[in-house]
């Protein structure tokens, strides 16, 4: 009789968006003449843009045609165009990175949890909580210790390294899913610096860079000194270009960063990631890494901008409305994610039947991304301009009422 990896049993029993969305379904069924706006879910809502939809046509059309039709691509690391775009759209923003250090993924959430693979069992793990579910979840399943860095309405959501504890893995993203934060040059060096005095390795979450505004906000952790012995950087076109529904990402492992075996051996981590990948991974297909492509070129980037600053615009709107109803939230300026703190003390479970009931509006539990996240709500400006701007209409009204 085969044996179950008994560490599933250790997680919640359902995912925090399954919860949600039989809340939600409970809801509709007992009423269903509601019009329910969703700002749960982070997913985007405007159509892929018009010059990366011709690139994956186009590579669809050369799969249909003998001389140009494409197999497995050899490496699986991802086709050289797609990665030399990539590399150039990191010196965009005064960032070096090679070509060969990049691999092209289906996405930042199966990265971020596959990643863990190639490292020891018996390693710590160290999250800022709250966190995206799949930090701490890949992990568990594994059955490593996971230990949790607070953050808070203190030091603004923002959890900084505590010299006195031990981790040989570090989950970091910022901007943050959930909270919306965002850590500065001299923020990531702390950490950077923490990472190599404990010689860990630092796991860092870029899939948000693309709606950073401020000047003093890194892209890349690879534009902070040090971090190329210590990190890598993990990305997603999900909310770049909205490859939600198309899925492609890319992770990044410098040259530079190896660790020494039980052997004594030198172990280059770039090496082992791409023996994990070409084990359980067979790549991306050749028409969506065309589409990858074609975001990175100068019409794509100017098509892409005009969708995230009409996020940008929501979020904008979502945050005036908090502050006229003076309400303490985070995010917003360099982030899709509103995140604030629930009225009157409610937890934050109590607030989304509320919200839901009261103004038929649907965002995300605090609670649901770990301790430090209760009492707290989500809200995300993915979706439509009209409806969130009713949506905000609606929860002013719910609170004045």
Same mark, same amino acid.
């Given at each position: 009789?085969?044996?179950?990896?008994?560490?599933?049993?250790?997680?919640?029993?359902?995912?925090?968006?399954?919860?949600?969305?039989?809340?939600?379904?409970? =809801?509709?069924?007992?009423?269903?003449?509601?019009?329910?706006?969703?700002?749960?879910?982070?997913?985007?809502?405007?159509?892929?843009?018009?010059?990366?939809?011709?690139?994956?046509?186009?590579?669809?059309?050369?799969?249909?045609?003998?001389?140009?039709?494409?197999? =497995?691509? !050899?490496?699986?690391? +991802?086709? !050289?165009?797609?990665? @030399?775009?990539?590399?150039?759209?990191?010196?965009?923003?005064?960032? /070096?990175?090679?070509?060969?250090?990049?691999?092209?993924?289906?996405?930042?959430?199966?990265?971020?949890?596959?990643? #863990?693979?190639? $490292?020891? !069992?018996?390693?710590?793990?160290?999250?800022?909580?709250?966190?995206?579910?799949?930090?701490?979840?890949?992990?568990?399943?594994?059955?490593?210790?996971?230990?949790?860095?607070?953050?808070?309405?203190?030091?603004?959501?923002?959890?900084?390294?505590? @010299?006195?504890?031990?981790?040989?893995?570090? =989950?970091?993203?910022?901007?943050?899913?959930?909270?919306?934060?965002?850590?500065?040059?001299?923020?990531?060096?702390? *950490?950077?610096?923490?990472?190599?005095?404990?010689?860990?390795?630092?796991?860092?979450?870029?899939?948000?860079?693309?709606?950073?505004?401020?000047?003093?906000?890194?892209?890349?952790?690879?534009?902070?000194?040090?971090?190329?012995?210590?990190?890598?950087?993990?990305?997603?076109?999900?909310?770049?270009?909205?490859?939600?529904?198309?899925?492609?990402?890319?992770?990044?492992?410098?040259?530079?960063?190896?660790?020494?075996?039980?052997?004594?051996?030198?172990?280059?981590?770039?090496?082992?990631?791409?023996?994990?990948?070409?084990?359980?991974?067979? +790549? #991306?297909?050749?028409?969506?890494?065309?589409?990858?492509?074609?975001?990175?070129? @100068?019409? +794509?980037?100017?098509?892409?901008? @005009?969708?995230?600053? =009409?996020?940008?615009?929501?979020?904008?709107?979502?945050?005036?409305?908090?502050?006229?109803?003076?309400?303490?939230?985070?995010?917003?300026?360099?982030?899709?994610?509103? *995140?604030?703190?629930?009225?009157?003390?409610?937890?934050? *479970?109590? $607030?989304?039947?509320?919200?839901?009931?009261?103004?038929?509006?649907?965002?995300?539990?605090?609670?649901?991304?770990?301790?430090?996240?209760?009492?707290?709500?989500?809200?995300?400006?993915?979706?439509?301009? /009209?409806?969130?701007?009713?949506?905000?209409?609606?929860?002013?009204?719910?609170?004045?009422?």
């Amino acid at each position: 009789m085969p044996k179950i990896n008994e560490n599933f049993l250790k997680l919640e029993k359902n995912y925090l968006f399954i919860n949600i969305a039989k809340k939600v379904n409970a =809801y509709k069924e007992a009423n269903p003449d509601a019009d329910i706006i969703r700002m749960g879910i982070g997913d985007v809502t405007l159509p892929i843009p018009s010059v990366v939809i011709e690139a994956m046509k186009k590579g669809a059309d050369e799969m249909g045609v003998k001389e140009t039709f494409k197999g =497995y691509e !050899d490496s699986g690391a +991802g086709y !050289d165009f797609l990665k @030399e775009a990539i590399a150039g759209y990191y010196k965009s923003f005064g960032v /070096d990175v090679l070509p060969e250090e990049i691999r092209v993924s289906d996405g930042a959430k199966s990265d971020c949890g596959n990643i #863990v693979d190639i $490292f020891g !069992d018996d390693n710590v793990v160290l999250v800022t909580d709250p966190a995206y579910p799949v930090y701490v979840d890949s992990n568990l399943m594994s059955g490593r210790k996971v230990i949790y860095a607070d953050s808070n309405k203190e030091n603004g959501f923002a959890a900084m390294p505590d @010299e006195n504890v031990k981790a040989d893995i570090i =989950y970091l993203c910022s901007p943050n899913n959930p909270t919306g934060s965002v850590y500065t040059a001299e923020q990531l060096k702390q *950490w950077i610096d923490y990472a190599k005095k404990n010689d860990a390795i630092i796991i860092y979450d870029s899939a948000y860079e693309a709606f950073i505004t401020e000047d003093n906000i890194p892209r890349s952790i690879f534009a902070v000194e040090g971090a190329r012995e210590c990190a890598i950087e993990i990305c997603s076109l999900s909310k770049t270009a909205g490859f939600t529904g198309m899925r492609c990402g890319y992770t990044v492992i410098p040259n530079e960063l190896k660790f020494k075996a039980s052997d004594g051996t030198d172990v280059y981590i770039s090496q082992i990631w791409g023996r994990r990948q070409g084990s359980k991974f067979n +790549g #991306v297909s050749y028409p969506v890494q065309c589409a990858a492509a074609a975001v990175f070129t @100068e019409k +794509g980037l100017e098509q892409i901008k @005009e969708n995230i600053a =009409y996020y940008q615009e929501n979020a904008k709107i979502i945050a005036n409305a908090l502050d006229e109803m003076g309400i303490f939230y985070t995010g917003g300026k360099n982030s899709p994610y509103i *995140w604030f703190k629930c009225p009157d003390n409610m937890g934050s *479970w109590e $607030f989304f039947d509320k919200l839901l009931s009261e103004a038929n509006v649907v965002g995300t539990p605090g609670a649901g991304f770990g301790r430090n996240g209760e009492g707290y709500f989500r809200l995300t400006a993915f979706g439509d301009r /009209d409806r969130t701007i009713e949506a905000m209409q609606r929860f002013k009204k719910m609170m004045n009422t």
